[in-house]
């Protein structure tokens, strides 16, 4: 029989030792593989006896790395990677002329689906199928070539790309720029109802109206009054109906800006933010010629965009 440093370690084993090390609890573990706590434990002892030490410390509800499993986590975890893209690229012809983006809700309906006619038609032989999902998108189970994140770019695993910046401004309904009541300075507002932005993809440096109509001195207006969202888009559809003025990002809001369906009342009201729109996707990954196609007319459009000032 071969000495056990000859053999491959049990797969299911090294998968609950890997997801156990990574959360330091056999219970999240269970959790994240849907086994019960317990066959964790058995598979834990099976890396055990395979290894002939000990990986995991208990010391009363915690578990902790031994010395050996702390220094071959990140070989597993680089292992498990590359089986993952060993499937990747075997079900590659599957999907070939296919590119898989997963991005916000708000962003894919109002800056991404309206460009797509132009990629598709720029780009015939290639399928662009887009995931609207509020939750970052786990590269490791989703079946998603790139993603567009909101946030400062940094990830861990994932190579980033900048594809825009964002900036605040407020937005209305052309509407409300007319009449006795027509918003002409900040200190109109007092006039109009407040539409506030409550998206979880909140950026620290992100005015709120509070901070926005310090900012310009204006001291009258109750900036805590008005209706509140969880979605960028809500706001921008509140706005453009005439319901009051949003402090919009304007990449969400640039569409309906060029139509001339909200209009910005201020000519110094937008405000640029720490937070942008970047391009992700796990780093060592080989990219198909589809997502590498799609990256490069994505970061064109962005081009564009800058060019015409929407």
């Given amino acids: 029989m071969p000495d056990s440093k000859d053999r491959l370690p049990p797969l299911n084993a090294l998968k609950a030792f890997e997801a156990a090390a990574r959360h330091l609890s056999f219970t999240k573990a269970a959790d994240e593989l849907d086994v019960t706590p317990g066959a964790i434990s058995q598979q834990i002892r099976l890396m055990e006896e395979y290894t002939n030490v000990p990986l995991f410390k208990r010391t009363g509800r915690q578990v902790l790395l031994t010395d050996a499993a702390q220094a071959a986590l990140p070989m597993v975890r680089e292992a498990f990677d590359k089986l993952i893209e060993a499937g ?6 599957a999907r070939k002329g296919k590119v898989m983006i997963s991005c916000a809700p708000s962003f894919a309906t109002k ?3 309206p460009k797509l006619d132009r990629f598709h038609q720029e780009h015939p032989e290639i399928e662009a199928w887009v995931s609207a999902d509020m939750g970052l998108t786990d590269f490791n189970t989703a079946d998603t070539d790139l993603a567009i994140r909101y946030g400062r770019g940094v990830y ?17 309904s052309p509407r409300l720029m007319e009449g006795p009541d027509a918003i002409n300075r900040p200190a109109d507002l007092a006039r109009h109802t407040l539409l506030h932005d409550e998206s979880p993809e909140k950026d620290p440096s992100c005015p709120d109206w509070t901070s926005w109509l310090r ?5 009258d207006v109750d900036a805590t009054r008005g209706p509140r969202f969880n979605q960028a888009v809500l706001v921008i559809e509140a706005a453009a109906t ?6 919009a990002k304007k990449a969400i809001a640039a569409a309906d800006l060029a139509s001339g369906r909200l209009v910005a009342p201020f000519a110094d009201g937008s405000t640029v933010i720490d937070f942008a729109y970047h391009i992700v996707w796990p780093r060592g990954r080989t990219q198909t010629i589809e997502a590498r196609t799609f990256i490069k ?5 962005a081009v564009r965009d800058e060019i015409v000032g929407v």
Avoid: D, F, Q, Y
Wanted: aromatic letters at 4%.
């Fill in 297 to 301: 007319w994505l970061k064109a459009e």
């Fill in 156 to 172: 861990e695993g994932l190579k980033s790309e900048k594809l825009l910046e964002e900036t605040v401004l407020p937005v209305c």
């Fill in 242 to 247: 005439g319901r009051g003025v949003a402090l």
């Fill in 215 to 219: 900012a310009r001195g204006v001291e």
């Fill in 111 to 113: 800056w991404l689906a």
């Fill in 88 to 93: 990747r690229i075997m079900r590659a012809p």
